[in-house]
């Protein structure tokens, strides 16, 4: 019987795998028709690779173990002793920690020479089991290279997000080899950082990459949601660059007056929020953070320069060059995505 | 070695009182407190630093106390500000015991460790606390490098100094609940998995503060290699075992309070989500409720 149950699965399987591919299975069904994983997985793809790359390290860690586990169990039974007793040899089986060494490792990290006798104590008893530790991690292996351990599984790849951007504020050229999609919110300084790192991009790669905007801040950043809803109403009267810039020029320093200073710079009424429909505007600022969310963007500022994420609270230098991997692969070759 | 010497008495005094008591030592005791007037000890965790509003203008430290595993707690504008409830030991002792009489003070201090134990231990006295939670000893873990990091003599030492005056100076019946330094090197591999990922945001946002402000050089500057990490971890361990030889054997020797420790801090599984968003350092809010809740649910108070 339970052959039979196991046979019927397999060929279930067979036409499963035959009906849906293997690569894109249907995972759910709508009014009879198949929703396939790509289609779900791609605007969500950042968000599953983290799982996926969480898995992968607990995965690693796990086999890591067993590994040690049993060649420190094989090695202990060849020489007749506890595991534990033959770390314990391993361990203590190192020079003692000589005052040189207690010297040295305070001159590397600049303390007095005259440091007092208690330093030294802390040091020599720190250096003292940083030995017995490095000595056992390298024992383990040196075992595990012995019993010719590999780790086989491949490492999840980081995917490019399809991130969904009708509608959101663009600039650049249409057809620019690179699309960098800027989460950020305007009370910030961290995402005021990463705009000008962009304006700094776009001196230096002129007409080389589209640029959007799409908001994220945190909850409580009140004047910043403010500054978003405004910035809607500027969209609408084609004058959201220019008030997006006089914002960020505050360096995330927003109150109101701030904010109707930036208006008035940027060719904003800075009363039209008083007279907007505030709950239409706060939908739309919704929508922004919903995909936001979708996209796997956590925090402000995060970028994705063709649908590949980057915390964009990082260094320029690191910024500068993943745009110039991206501009090196789309002529190449490849497609700009959002 | 002052303190051996001490310790030495107080097991002696210990077994005395066992030999004459004992299982029914408990039952010697002072009847218990009802936790009413609370006095929490700590640093920024206990303070709740970064959990879940931050004001960089603040040297990147920002109080967030409503959102303390200790002392949290929940008011009308909390919920209007969209903060989080973290049902902190105050919480759970005001449902358990109600709010009358209720008087919670917080001597924990940002950047405080075991040597500040002393004076925060005597605010607590002042207060004439029933319940002392103490959550110390990260600050003893983190500094620049090693030299930073107290002898196991300095450490009890200084954790004695403050067992004495709560001792002393507590209210009859006053309950003592030290909790272990938590795994800071579960931190550190928070941030290397997200690293490992592509992710990297842990990492910029340590290398975004100067080196001076690197929260704990001494398990999360990138530079160091894993032995070195492990024996900051090391040192983790050997304090909490101190904080828990030293509690146990205050509660077997002191006939007028009561004394219990806590590993659950340290065992403690968290996560990405458990980490300030901010700083990636100090726990978010849902790290301060897990803290909350595991602690409390060990602890001298927890009815299941």
């Known amino acids: ?338 | 070695m002052p303190h051996l010497c001490v310790l030495s008495r107080r097991l002696a005094l210990a077994a005395l009182v066992l030999s004459f008591a004992g299982p029914g030592l408990a039952q010697g005791k002072d009847p218990r407190r009802e936790p009413l007037r609370q006095s929490s000890l700590g640093d920024s965790i206990t303070e709740a630093v970064n959990a879940e509003e931050f004001n960089p203008l603040k040297l990147g430290l920002t109080r967030n106390r409503w959102a303390s595993w200790a002392n949290g707690y929940t008011k009308d504008w909390n919920s209007l500000l969209d903060r989080s409830d973290v049902n902190s030991h105050r919480q759970r002792i005001d449902a358990q015991f109600g709010e009358e009489g209720r008087k919670t003070k917080s001597p924990a201090k940002i950047g405080a460790d075991s040597e500040d134990l002393l004076k925060q231990a005597a605010k607590a006295v002042k207060n004439q606390a029933d319940y002392v939670p103490i959550l110390m000893g990260q600050n003893d873990i983190c500094g620049d490098d090693a030299s930073e990091i107290p002898t196991d003599q300095e450490f009890e030492a200084n954790v004695r100094a403050a067992f004495d005056v709560l001792e002393a100076g507590l209210p009859a019946g006053a309950t003592i609940y030290t909790l272990a330094i938590v795994d800071i090197y579960r931190l550190w591999q928070i941030g290397e998995d997200l690293e490992f990922a592509g992710v990297i945001e842990c990492n910029e946002v340590w290398e975004a503060l100067s080196s001076k402000l690197i929260p704990c050089a001494t398990m999360l500057d990138p530079d160091l290699e894993e032995a070195e990490r492990l024996a900051t971890r090391d040192r983790i361990i050997g304090f909490n075992t101190i904080l828990q030889t030293v509690t146990e054997e205050y509660d077997a020797a002191d006939t007028h309070h009561y004394w219990q420790y806590t590993g659950a801090s340290f065992t403690m599984d968290y996560d990405e989500d458990d980490v300030s968003h901010y700083d990636c350092f100090h726990p978010s809010a849902e790290g301060q409720t897990q803290l909350a809740e595991e602690t409390w649910e060990d602890g001298p108070f927890f009815e299941p």
């Open chain 1, 1 to 338: 019987m339970r052959r039979r149950c196991a046979l019927v699965l397999v060929l279930l399987a067979a036409w499963g795998c035959g009906l849906d591919g293997p690569d894109d299975p249907v995972i759910a069904r709508l009014d009879g028709e198949p929703i396939r994983r790509s289609e779900v997985s791609a605007p969500a793809a950042f968000r599953l690779y983290r799982h996926e790359a969480q898995s992968y390290a607990v995965l690693e860690e796990e086999t890591r173990r067993l590994a040690d586990e049993r060649v420190l169990a094989e090695a202990a039974r060849r020489e007749g002793v506890t595991p534990g007793a033959l770390l314990a040899r391993v361990e203590a089986d190192g020079p003692p920690v000589t005052d040189a060494d207690v010297e040295r490792y305070l001159a590397e990290h600049g303390k007095d020479a005259a440091a007092s006798g208690t330093t030294r104590e802390r040091v020599r008893h720190y250096l003292e089991e940083r030995g017995r530790i490095a000595r056992r991690l390298a024992f383990l292996e040196e075992l595990r290279r012995q019993a010719g351990f590999e780790w086989l599984l491949a490492k999840p790849a980081m995917p490019r997000v399809a991130i969904d951007t009708s509608g959101a504020p663009e600039r650049g050229p249409a057809d620019a080899p690179v699309v960098i999609v800027h989460f950020a919110g305007f009370g910030s300084r961290d995402s005021a950082r990463s705009a000008q790192a962009l304006a700094r991009l776009a001196a230096e790669f002129p007409g080389r990459f589209r640029w959007l905007h799409v908001n994220l801040f945190r909850d409580e950043d009140e004047a910043g949601r403010r500054a978003a809803e405004l910035a809607f109403l500027a969209q609408d009267g084609g004058r959201f660059w220019p008030l997006h810039d006089a914002l960020f020029a505050r360096r995330g320093r927003l109150d109101d007056e701030a904010i109707a200073a930036a208006a008035r710079e940027a060719g904003v009424e800075p009363d039209a929020l008083a007279r907007a429909d505030r709950s239409a505007l706060a939908r739309r600022v919704a929508e922004d953070l919903a995909l936001a969310r979708r996209a796997g963007a956590l925090r402000e500022p995060t970028l994705f320069l063709n649908g590949r994420y980057w915390s964009a609270l990082g260094p320029y230098p690191r910024l500068r060059e993943l745009f110039e991997e991206e501009l090196a692969r789309a002529v190449d070759g490849g497609v700009a995505e959002r």
